[in-house]
C-alpha cells in the first residue's frame, strides 16, 4: 500500500462526518444474518448540527463524494450520504466536507450489500446511484438488480425515489426492464440526458443536468450519451427479474458497450 493511501486513512479516522464500521462485527452472526449498526434509525442525531434535518438521501458506490456535496450544498434542507467501500476516495469527499463545515453531509464507508444493516425503515427519501459499473455478467451484482431493489426498499419510504444516472445503455434498459416487469412506476427517463430538452415523464429539477461526476465528465468527453430515469418501488410482492427478451435483449445491449477510458483517477 502507498505512503499516500496511508496518509490518507490516517487522515479518515479523524473525520466526524466519516462512519468506518467494522465489516468484522457486521458479520459476527453470518453474511445472511447482518447485525445492525448503532447509527439505524439514528441518523437524524448523526446530523444534529443541520440547518434542518428533513429528508435523508443516499449516494450509493459514490466514489470520491462529489456528487453527495454539490447536492448538499444546493439542498440545505436535505441530509446527504455517499456510501462507498473505498477509503482513499472517500477522504477526499470527508476532507471536503470537514474543512467546509458542511453539517449535512455524511459518508459512510461499507459494501452496498451491506446497506441494511444501517438504515431503517421508512428512513430514506431518497437514492442516487451514479455511474455504477453495470455488471455485464453478473444480474445479481447490479445495484438496480432484484436483489438489491428488494434490500433498498426495507429502508426506502413509500413514495420514495430512485435516481439512475449511467453512460451504460445496458444498465438504463435493463433498469427500466425491472421496472415494467415489476409495475414500478417510472418518473423520468431518457437515453440521451444532454440531448433531450426535456426526459419523458415529469420535468427534470436543474440538478440533474448541472451536477457531474468525474466520471460523467470524461465519458461526456469521449462521446458517450448519458441517461437517466427516477422511478419508485412501491409495493411488498417479490421484484421480479425481466424475462421477456422484448423487453430487454442482453445480448444486444451487452454488444454494444463500449470501453471507457477514465484518467487522472488516482484513489
Not at 127 to 143: G, M
Not at 164 to 180: G, I, P, Q, W
Not at 226 to 243: C, E, Q
Request: aromatic share 12%; with cysteine.
Amino acid at each position: 500500500m502507498g505512503h499516500g493511501k496511508l496518509i490518507k486513512f490516517a487522515q479518515n479516522e479523524t473525520f466526524s462526518c466519516l462512519l468506518q464500521p467494522s465489516s468484522q462485527e457486521l458479520l459476527a452472526d453470518g453474511y445472511f444474518n447482518l447485525r445492525d449498526h448503532s447509527i439505524k434509525g439514528r441518523w437524524k442525531d448523526f446530523f444534529k448540527d443541520a440547518v434542518n434535518p428533513g429528508s435523508l438521501v443516499l449516494e450509493l458506490g459514490c466514489g470520491k463524494g462529489e456528487y453527495t456535496i454539490d447536492l448538499a450544498c444546493r439542498n440545505a434542507g436535505s441530509c446527504y450520504v455517499g456510501v462507498d467501500i473505498k477509503g482513499a476516495r472517500l477522504w477526499k469527499g470527508a476532507k471536503y466536507a470537514t474543512e467546509n463545515n458542511l453539517p449535512n453531509v455524511g459518508f459512510l464507508r461499507t459494501r452496498i450489500e451491506f446497506i441494511n444493516a444501517f438504515f431503517a425503515q421508512n428512513e430514506v427519501d431518497q437514492i442516487w446511484l451514479t455511474f455504477s459499473d453495470p455488471q455485464l455478467k453478473s444480474e445479481n451484482s447490479r445495484l438496480t438488480s432484484p436483489m438489491f431493489l428488494e434490500r433498498y426498499r426495507k429502508f426506502l419510504k413509500p413514495g420514495g425515489v430512485i435516481h439512475l444516472k449511467t453512460d451504460s445503455r445496458f444498465l438504463h434498459e435493463y433498469t427500466k426492464a425491472v421496472c415494467e416487469a415489476n409495475g414500478f412506476e417510472i418518473l423520468a427517463c431518457t437515453s440521451d440526458l444532454y440531448g433531450d430538452s426535456q426526459a419523458v415523464g415529469a420535468p427534470l429539477a436543474p440538478e440533474i443536468r448541472e451536477v457531474k461526476t468525474f466520471y460523467e465528465k470524461m465519458s461526456l468527453k469521449q462521446g458517450f450519451k448519458i441517461t437517466y430515469m427516477a422511478f419508485r418501488i412501491d409495493g411488498d410482492a417479490p421484484i421480479a427479474k425481466p424475462s421477456d427478451p422484448a423487453q430487454f435483449d442482453s445480448k444486444l445491449w451487452r454488444s454494444l458497450e463500449a470501453p471507457r477510458h477514465f484518467f487522472g483517477q488516482a484513489d
